[in-house]
Structures are given as C-alpha cells and as structure tokens.
Nanobody, 125 residues
C-alpha cells in the first residue's frame, strides 16, 4: 500500500516561511516524479512544483518561482517544499503526489497516481 503523508502546514503572516514535507512509503517500484499541488476553496487544483527523482529536474508554477523550492531526500523517501515570502494568495490545501511514469505535463493532476491527504497553509495579511 503506497502512502504519502504531508506535514508542515500551518498559519503564518505574509512574508513568512513554511516547509512542507511529504514522506512516501510502500513503494515496490521506482517512482518517477513527485509533485506539490494546491487547491483553494472554489478553485481547481493547481500544480505548484514538481521534481523528477532520477535527474532531479525541477519545475515551478510562475506564481511561485523564486519563492518556493522543491527538493528531495531519496534516502528518506521524502520530498520537501520550502515556501518563502508567502502571500495571502498562497492560502490553500497543499497536496503531495507521486507519479510512476513519464509523459504529460507535470502540472496535470491526472498524471499522478498517488496522493496524500493534504496539509493546510494559511497566510494572513
């Protein structure tokens, strides 16, 4: 049973920082990519950042470039999302996801096979 468990969410003021973690377990095959998505009330789920576990290539939404950093610790099967200079518009439920194949856009939730339960991030002005 594959499990993704997020942690690190919380409430911060604008300009603050948070680091999200996603611990993966139950893999019996090599995963190809991990992503962070977010969903605010009444909005669609959007891709925030992604990393391919082999080459370590990273991808970011324009709205978070320069502020967020995705990284991985393969020894711990954990992916991180460092979020700096947070803005109220970053408020959302953040989800970790894993994909087991290449192809398609990293931004497309359909490309991901496994999802965590989400962790709430709230940024106040």
């Amino acid at each position: 049973q594959v499990q993704l468990v997020e942690s690190g969410g919380g409430s911060v003021q604008a300009g603050g920082s948070l680091r999200l973690s996603c611990a993966a377990s139950g893999y019996t095959y090599r995963r190809y990519g991990m992503g962070w998505f977010r969903q605010a009330p009444g909005k669609e789920r959007e891709g925030v950042a992604s990393i391919y576990t082999g080459p370590g290539s990273t991808y970011y939404a324009d709205s978070v470039k320069g502020r967020f950093t995705i990284s991985q610790d393969n020894a711990k099967n954990t992916v991180y999302l460092q979020m700096n200079s947070l803005k109220p518009e970053d408020t959302a439920m953040y989800y970790c996801a894993a994909r087991i194949s290449y192809g398609g856009s990293w931004r497309d939730p359909v490309q991901y096979n496994y999802w965590g339960q989400g962790t709430q991030v709230t940024v106040s002005s």
